[in-house]
């Protein structure tokens, strides 16, 4: 059964940029078959879907975010990332990662999320 | 604002049924499937629903979908205690914004 477990650090100072990594266990992100995704949570809020990546490297972002989202794969590690860039308090939140079958598709399973909160 | 539209709350007593419901347009419910969400208290979202009307392994059967053009519909019936959760409904939007959006939220409470 597929797990995905996000981490990274909780406080990002403002203008700076947020990183997030999703491990995934239980399955391989180079056998294919999947796309990775972000998708946030603001606090008391509902959730905002940041974007996808396949294990060669196709991306699909946020068009909202797609200025500052970045989206990268370690096939060798089994991971994949998020980097946000020039971030402010309106990107505190909970971050999720979750796998989807393909564009368009559901999201199942998710990581238990991490909060990740933007202050100097 | 959301693409997609939810009733930000509903109630009904245990035992009873609920609907709730989710409203987007051509380009995003009326050309792609639905997909429903249950997040419980300080718990990540998990897949109720999907291809609007399909269930999960272990997803009981008082959990049901449905779609009709640009609407879609959540269905629970013998509504219990731990039933009361934020429930979110999703989709691909087909736009020149083309992406994922979900609903704002519904928070269901089991009186």
């Known amino acids: 059964q597929v797990q995905l477990q996000e981490s990274g650090p909780g406080l990002v100072k403002p203008s700076q940029t947020l990183s997030l990594t999703c491990t995934v266990s239980g399955g391989s992100i180079s056998s294919g078959g999947y796309y990775w995704s972000w998708i946030r949570q603001h606090p008391g809020k509902g959730l905002e879907w940041i974007g996808y990546?396949?294990?060669?490297?196709?991306?699909y972002y946020n068009p909202s975010l797609k200025s500052r989202v970045t989206i990268s794969v370690d096939t060798s590690k089994n991971q994949f990332s998020l980097k946000l860039s020039s971030v402010t308090a309106a990107d505190t939140a909970v971050y999720y990662c979750a796998r989807t079958q393909t564009v368009g598709d559901w999201f199942d399973p998710w990581g238990q999320g991490t909060l990740v909160t933007v202050s100097s | 604002q959301s693409v997609l539209t939810q009733p930000p709350s509903v109630s009904a007593a245990p035992g009873q049924k609920v609907t709730i419901s989710c409203s987007g347009s051509?380009?995003?419910?009326?050309?792609?499937?639905v997909s429903w969400y249950q997040q419980l208290p300080g718990t990540a979202p998990k897949l109720l629903i999907y291809e609007n009307n399909k269930r999960p392994s272990g997803i009981p059967d008082r959990f049901s979908g449905s779609k009709s053009g640009t609407s879609a519909t959540l269905g629970i019936t013998g509504l219990q205690t731990g039933d009361e959760a934020d429930y979110y409904c999703?989709?691909?939007?087909?736009?020149?914004?083309?992406?994922?959006?979900f609903g704002g939220g519904t928070k269901l409470t089991v009186l």
């Open positions: 051509s380009s995003n419910i009326g050309n792609n499937y």
């Open positions: 999703g989709t691909w939007d087909s736009s020149l914004s083309a992406g994922w959006v």
């Open positions: 990546i396949y294990y060669s490297g196709s991306t």
